[in-house]
């Protein structure tokens, strides 16, 4: 099993950026896929971005492509994902998982219940 910490929530005004950080401990990091989700008060928690183990790959949902990065430095064990141009309705907790029922997969899943690992996420509010 894989432990997930994520770090670099805040406040922030509509316009601007933040980079989230999730640390991770396990001998396995590097062949999970990676991936970000976000929960708003009274919402689903919904996809993000998703990276592949060797991080050759990415996959954002449609409302942050152009804005949002995920990427990853598997020597540091860390996943990241930078956002900017932030809007009010990015508000939410943001929650790192990891894909760990499969090992150097080259399918980015997208779905909540396909990850079996998580943290307990970092708050991100944008004002207007």
């Known amino acids: 099993q894989v432990q997930l910490v994520e770090s670099g929530g805040g406040l922030v005004q509509a316009g601007g950026s933040l980079t989230l950080s999730c640390a991770t401990s396990g001998r396995t990091f590097s062949a999970y896929n990676m991936a970000w989700f976000r929960q708003a008060p009274g919402e689903e928690r919904e996809f993000v971005a998703a990276i592949r183990w060797s991080g050759s790959s990415t996959y954002y949902a449609d409302f942050v492509k152009g804005r949002f990065t995920i990427s990853r430095d598997n020597a540091k064990k860390t996943v990241y994902l930078q956002m900017h141009v932030l809007k009010p309705e990015d508000t939410a907790v943001y929650h790192c998982?990891?894909?760990?029922?499969?090992?150097?997969?080259?399918?980015?899943?997208?779905?909540?219940?396909?990850?079996?690992?998580w943290g307990r996420g970092t708050q991100v509010t944008v004002s207007s």
């Open positions: 998982a990891a894909d760990s029922s499969q090992v150097n997969s080259d399918y980015l899943r997208k779905s909540v219940y396909e990850y079996g690992s």
